[in-house]
């Protein structure tokens, strides 16, 4: 019994820690790992048990000659096999000690969103949308075309003065005639950023208050939000339709939500 329940701790032990360094679903940890501790008392109690002394101590007398040794019953586990078996369970408990560091260690990675090259603007009720049809000072949540409604690919289209947004190096030209788009979903819990302020040029997320510069590639200014909205590279066609120049390059909402892709 105590052979076997280490080794099922020491295997659930692995179990859990080849989860966490592939980036697995929680609940395939979460698992193993319980089993781990389990198997690790099962092992314990039936040590306990087996080392315990019968109620009936008494021997038979030998009258003559050297006392003989009975060999011990296969129930009786020795100090040598007691000390094996729970230098199996420290090593067990110890890979099982890495799990958190390999959590620790894991970086987002974008998923994809339904954004791709060529894929057009459209707004909610499906209508493709021309680099002049947002007012400057407007919005306009819009999704890829074929694929309104789709959650991760919601999108804050906003016109702006061609002269006023901060552009940063790697991102020249992904803001043609002053359109310039940002995923819709907050990177701090995933609500929805649904407030444009044109006079400040900021983006408010109404849950937790998060609050976005619009001229400065979605930085946050306040709130709990420690991560920039990702920005969507646009064009035009050559009918004069936004287009995406591909999907987002950042992972779009919370970190959490990347962390098991």
């Not at 694929?147 to 552009?167: C, F, K, N």
């Not at 001229?215 to 646009?234: E, I, K, N, V």
Request: aromatic share 8%; net charge neutral; proline share 8%.
């Amino acid at each position: 019994m105590t052979r076997a329940a280490l080794i099922v701790a020491t295997l659930a032990a692995l179990a859990a820690t080849v989860a966490a360094a592939l980036h697995l679903s929680p609940a395939l940890l979460a698992w193993p790992a319980a089993l781990a501790a389990f198997a690790i008392a099962a092992a314990a109690g039936s040590s306990a048990l087996a080392l315990g002394g019968r109620d009936d101590l008494r021997e038979p007398r030998h009258e003559r000659g050297p006392s003989r040794l009975d060999p011990l019953p296969d129930d009786i586990v020795t100090r040598g096999v007691f000390g094996r078996v729970w230098l199996y369970a420290l090593g067990a408990f110890a890979v099982l000690g890495a799990v958190p560091f390999l959590a620790l260690a894991r970086k987002p990675a974008p998923r994809g969103t339904a954004w791709a090259a060529g894929a057009r603007l459209v707004d909610v009720d499906g209508r493709p949308l021309r680099a002049d049809d947002v007012a400057v000072g407007g919005v306009e949540t819009v999704f890829p075309e074929q694929h309104v409604g789709a959650p991760e690919s919601a999108t804050l289209l906003i016109r702006l003065q061609d002269d006023a947004l901060r552009t940063r190096p790697d991102r020249i030209g992904w803001a043609p005639r002053g359109n310039v788009a940002y995923s819709k979903i907050c990177t701090h819990a995933g609500c929805p950023v649904a407030i444009y302020r044109h006079e400040s040029y900021q983006l408010y997320c109404p849950c937790h208050q998060s609050v976005f510069d619009v001229l400065d590639a979605a930085r946050p200014l306040s709130g709990p939000a420690t991560r920039a909205l990702p920005q969507l590279a646009l064009d035009v066609d050559a009918a004069g339709f936004l287009i995406a120049r591909g999907d987002f390059t950042e992972p779009v909402g919370p970190d959490d939500w990347w962390r098991t892709a």
